[in-house]
Each structure stands twice: as C-alpha cells, then as structure tokens.
C-alpha cells in the first residue's frame, strides 16, 4: 500500500506535527516552516532539532516534505522579490537539511506578464545558483503541478520540461503531482483510458522517473477551470475512481500520498482527515484485486 498521509501545522513546536500526524493515522507527514503567506520564520533551535528526531523515532510518522511559502516567486518580474524568494527558499532548504526531511515542494512561480518564457528561465537561474551555494544540501526540490491560475507557470508538463531542461544537477530536482491542479489545468485522468494517456504524456514530456511525490486532492472546480480550490476525495469533480487509478498502479507503489484538503470536521464531530485516509486506503483494499485480473 502507498504511503499516505496530511499536511500538519507545526504550531507550539516543529514535532508536535508529527504527533498531529500520529493521532489521525498518518504514515507520512508534510508540513510549512512558516505560515504559507508569510516571509519569515523563527530559526530552529538545537533543542527542537532533538525534539523532532525523538518524536519522529516514538512515533515512526516520517516527515517526506517540506511545502514552501506561497509568497516565494523565483519568476517575478521585480529583483527585490526574487532576492527575497531566493532567500527565504535557502532558509526552508537548511531546515529540512536539519530535519532530515527529503524534498521541498514549491510553485514554480508567476512571471506577471513578463511571458511564461522569461519567466521559466528566471526560476532555473535561481535553482541552479541555489545549488551552487549549497552543494552539499541532500533536500531535492520538486516543482509542483499547478492549476495555472493568473500568470502562474508550471500549469504544463512542457514547463516542467524546460525547467529541467535549464537545470545543471538535474538529478537535484523532481516534480510533485498535485490532482487537483492537474484536472484543473486541463488533464484529465477519471477513466482508465484517459490516465493510460495522462501518463503517456507525462513520461514523454518531463519522464515518470522525475514524479516523487502526489498530492492527493479532490477538485472543487471543472476540468479545465484553472482555479486551485481543493475539496475532500469523493466529494468534487475528479472522484474516487481516478484516485483509486493512481493509488493502485504498481508504478507508484512506493511514493508518498499526501492530503492536502480543507481542515475541518463532520457534521459528526470527526476530523475530516481521518476520514478521507480511510477513504484513500480502502480504494487500495478494494480495488487492488480486480485491477491486477484486469491486467491494469
């Protein structure tokens, strides 16, 4: 069965995401260094570096990903954002080194109508200088899938592709695959014969071996809508069906799967991510049997 997990808040103490995790059935665990629209955050302490490996060994949750703030734009059109964003995207590298966490996940970014061009090549720049300056940083950074909103970059596999394409240490940097802004974006995987293609394009493109990670998120807008709303499995326009595609293709077995949906409880009182990695482990439960006699 795939990894799955939620993102979980570090509020009071980077470990208690771990223990957040825990209570609600987590295997895995992605979280922010910082509120999401926000420039800084405090430094880690030694104190809490100790804490985090000791939570982490009580609790066996693993911690695959850091998400970045959502202000960092490497593809702005302004210097003084791009400095920034360069700078505060150096600080969450240091952290996941320190946490021992694997990958960083980041929005390309939005080139504010400089053209999409411009700004892909502004975002390979900025990797390429931030490897430079920390050549020995383990963290590999994967570019997020995104619904294209605005001026947003990466809502394209051909984006991907040419970031990679501008990259000196590629084996550095991968992609995460986030459902919700695919489908928005215009990809669609809810038959068998549509995800037969999406991979097909996605291998031809930017290469399945690049894909290390999935957020897992359901849809509150059509296909096609370029607009980022994420909602509970089941319960938007994507279903369960393209869910249980992904979760049960052998190709995949091994990445993590991580909920990125709308905090909240039921009407019954239940946290809402509870639920929904029930949900997501009973559609391997369920479905992993046929689609093997089915030769998918």
């Known amino acids: ?63 695959v990903a850091i998400h970045n703030s959502y ?15 360069f700078s505060t ?3 969450e590298m240091e952290w996941a080194e320190l946490l021992k966490i694997p990958y960083l996940v980041m929005h390309p970014g939005s080139h504010m109508g400089d053209g999409e061009k411009i700004g892909l090549k502004r975002i390979a720049e900025a990797i390429n200088g ?19 909103q605005g001026t947003n970059l990466g809502y394209r596999f051909e984006h991907m592709a040419e970031i990679f394409d501008l990259i000196e240490s590629r084996e ?8 919700c802004h ?16 999406l991979l097909g394009q996605f291998d031809k493109i930017i290469g399945l071996n690049r894909l290390k990670l999935f957020h897992i998120n359901d849809s509150k807008n059509r296909l096609g809508s370029r607009v980022d709303r994420h909602e509970h499995p089941g319960e938007g326009f994507i279903g369960l069906q393209a869910f249980s595609l992904f979760m049960n293709d052998p190709n995949f077995a091994d990445l ?3 909920l990125e949906t709308p905090k909240e409880m039921d009407k019954n009182g239940v ?12 559609l391997v439960t369920a479905q992993v049997d046929r689609l093997k006699v089915e030769g998918f």
């Not at 550095?172 to 459902?179: E, P």
């Not at 489908?183 to 293609?197: I, L």
């Open 182 to 197: 695919a489908f928005a974006a215009g990809y669609d995987f809810r038959s068998k014969e549509t995800y037969r293609r």
């Open 89 to 91: 995207l150096l600080e």
């Open 256 to 258: 993590p799967f991580l």
């Open 130 to 148: 931030l490897h430079d300056q920390i050549k020995d940083n383990h963290v590999m950074i994967l570019m997020e899938i995104t619904a294209g």
């Open 1 to 63: 069965m795939p990894l799955l997990g939620a993102h979980m808040s570090i509020a009071g103490h980077p470990h208690k995401a771990l223990l957040r995790g825990k209570e609600i059935g987590c295997h895995i665990i992605q979280i922010f260094t910082r509120h999401r629209i926000k420039w800084s955050a405090k430094k880690l302490s030694e104190k809490e570096i100790d804490e985090f490996y000791k939570t982490q060994k009580e609790t066996s949750i693993i911690p």
């Open 172 to 179: 550095r940097l991968g992609v995460c695959f986030d459902t």
């Open 271 to 282: 946290n809402r991510d509870i639920i929904n990695l029930n949900i997501l482990r009973n």
């Open 71 to 85: 202000l960092i734009n490497l593809a702005s059109p302004r210097s003084n954002v791009r400095k920034k964003s």
